[in-house]
């Protein structure tokens, strides 16, 4: 009911021009190399792949993310678009990340599954460094 009365009038229009400049183009499918051919019929199955970073990396990493003010995922979500971008050769990756959003006191109790879908887009063109990428994609967080 809040965030119903909250979105509304010019705030709603304020995040809509955001959301629709940000989705602006979007790439439809991604350009990543595949090892098989996509299937006629498209599907959401696929295979997750896990694995544990060495301690000293893990702490590199995270230096690395109070160096620049960011979070440690900040920085992981930074390098995945650069070996995205370098594999598909293309300079515009999307991807996408759940987040609670829980901010708000009114819903910090609640219990249930508020999970939205945050697009992340990196803008590679013109070859930026990794830290001022990381500058970048810290304001879409």
Known sequence: HWQHNYLNGEVLSKYRSYWEKQLQELPLIH????DKSRPKLWNSKGRRIQMVLPKKLSAKLNRLAQVQDATLFMVLQTAFAVFIARHANN????????????EQNQVSDLIGFFVNTLV??????????FENLLKRNKKML
């Open 31 to 34: 350009e990543i190399p595949l």
């Open 91 to 102: 300079y515009d990756v999307v991807m996408g990340t759940p987040i609670a959003n829980r």
């Open 120 to 129: 992340l887009r990196s803008d590679l063109s013109g070859n930026p460094s």
